[in-house]
Structure formats: C-alpha cells, structure tokens
C-alpha cells in the first residue's frame, strides 16, 4: 500500500457473463454529492420526457427523445455496476459518513460508451440553449 490509497492490483469481476480486468476507483467520493447528483439526473430525464410528451408534432425536436433513449439503454446496460455503487453510498449515507470509496468494472466498452454520453449530453444543452432563446 502507498499512502491512504490501496495497492492496485487489478480487479477481476464478472459482468453478464465477461471479465472486467480493470476497475475505477473513487476514493473520497462525496456520498450527499452523489445522492444530489443521482437525483438531478432522474429530475433531468424526467423533465426530457415531459418535453418529449408535450411537444406538438410539428415542433417535436429529437434530441430529447434520444437522450432519453440512451439514458435507457447506459441504465440497462450498466444496472449491476450502478445498483452496487448505489447501495455502497446508501449504506455509507446511513451510517453518516461524509464520503465513500466506489468501485466501478471497466468493460471494453465503457470509454466509448462515455464519449457517446457525453456528446449526447452537449448536444442537449445546445438544444437547451437554442429553446430557451
């Protein structure tokens, strides 16, 4: 072990089947933080889907719908991952600590997954921006 930080030895985990050889670690990761920004996130979704609903045909724009329609599939694709880093910051929640170590499987494809997540998202605040003007 160097410093407060845990040797690191990659981390062998099984995911639907494959294995994860590689795995990221959050240490100090701010567990009122991440309950907010859990929260955020579904009040996003659902504000996405209620333009998605309230849209006339005509003015219907598709950049909700899609981010909702990946935000779906990233959900299902990685609910193991995300139901076990959601229990860790609970439990650490109900025992009042400040902060909490997760752990995430890295699978092959996690970074283009993010990529993707992450264009989709700025795609949306530029859609945000122009219907807000």
Same mark, same amino acid.
């Given at each position: ?9 990659? =981390? ?12 990221? =670690?959050?240490?100090?990761?701010? !567990? ?11 009040? =996003? ?17 598709? !950049? ?7 935000? $779906? ?13 959601? $229990? ?8 009042? $600590? ?13 970074? $283009? ?7 989709? !998202? ?12």
């Amino acid at each position: 072990m160097s410093g407060n930080l845990p040797d690191s030895d990659p =981390v062998q985990r099984h995911i639907d089947g494959a294995q994860c050889a590689e795995t990221a =670690v959050l240490y100090g990761y701010p !567990v009122v933080l991440g309950q907010r920004l859990s929260e955020h996130t579904q009040d =996003v979704l659902r504000e996405l889907k209620l333009i998605e609903l309230g849209a006339s045909a005509a003015s219907q724009h598709e !950049v909700p719908a899609r981010l909702q329609a990946m935000a $779906q599939a990233l959900s299902g694709r990685y609910a193991q991952e995300l139901d076990e880093a959601d $229990q860790v910051r609970s439990a650490a929640a109900a025992r009042g $600590q400040a902060t909490c170590t997760l752990s995430y499987p890295l699978r092959r494809e996690t970074e $283009q997954d993010i990529r993707g997540w992450q264009m989709m !998202v700025d795609e949306a605040d530029t859609y945000s921006e122009a219907s807000s003007s």
